[in-house]
């Protein structure tokens, strides 16, 4: 079964610092890769995507990819309060649906 | 960017009763839409694969009987709950594959079965 596992947190982070999300994957052949941003009571909304192997930069965000070891991450620099909510991990195994990790609590602490 | 719009976005019924949610993309056309179902402190968990034209792939574990999906248009799928009951209260989101191959999700209903 196609797993994406991630730590429920909460992860609590001071403001102004680097809020560091991982999410860990089972498939190798895994096409491509999302982090979504869900506060409480709302639907998901998308931070970046992704689909090889590196960096990817976005404003604040950072995501990074490494296919070999089958792991995603989420950077976030600078944090604001308004970062704290919950953040999902997601995976296409190739079958057009998306798997969703469990999802990591995050707080920033102002 | 790509819209997806959902309503109602809350509703409260009685048990035994049925309710009907609709997922629209604004401004696509999406052959491919997805209900997911997430409960409180859980992740997203999805229901079923709504396909334009033809009949919808529900996930291992989801009643079909009891979850009718029905996408009769490149722009609307609909989600149907047959006799609620308690146990399906919950909070439904939908999403779509957009243009540029992402994934928009609807705002979500939450649907309270009294």
């Known amino acids: 079964q196609k797993e994406v596992e991630q730590n429920s947190g909460p992860l609590s982070v001071p403001e102004g610092a680097i809020a560091s999300l991982n999410c860990t994957y089972s498939?190798?052949?895994?096409?491509?890769f999302f982090w979504y941003r869900q506060y409480s009571g709302k639907s998901p909304e998308l931070i970046m995507s992704?689909?090889?192997?590196g960096d990817k930069e976005d404003g604040r965000f950072t995501a990074q990819l490494n296919k070999a070891s089958q792991y995603v991450s989420l950077l976030i620099r600078d944090s604001q309060p308004s970062d704290s909510a919950t953040y999902l991990c997601?995976?296409?195994?190739?079958?057009?649906?998306?798997?969703f990790g469990t999802g990591t609590r995050l707080t920033i602490i102002p | 960017g790509a819209v997806v719009s959902q309503h109602p976005s809350w509703v409260i019924c009685k048990s035994g009763t049925s309710v009907k949610i609709e997922c629209r993309s604004l401004?696509?056309?999406?052959?491919?839409m997805f209900w997911y179902r997430q409960f409180p402190k859980q992740s997203l968990m999805l229901m079923a694969t709504?396909?334009?034209?033809?009949?919808?792939?529900?996930e291992q574990g989801v009643e079909k009987d009891k979850f009718l999906i029905n996408h009769a248009s490149l722009t609307l799928s609909t989600l149907t709950v047959t006799s609620a009951h308690p146990e399906d209260s919950s909070f439904y989101i939908c999403?779509?594959?957009?243009?540029?191959?992402?994934?928009?999700f609807g705002s979500g209903t939450r649907l309270t079965i009294v």
């Open positions: 999403s779509a594959r957009d243009r540029n191959w992402g994934y928009t």
């Open positions: 498939d190798r052949v895994s096409q491509s």
């Open positions: 992704i689909y090889s192997n």
């Open positions: 997601a995976v296409n195994f190739g079958n057009e649906k998306l798997t």
């Open positions: 401004d696509f056309q999406a052959t491919t």
């Open positions: 709504s396909n334009e034209g033809s009949k919808a792939t529900y």
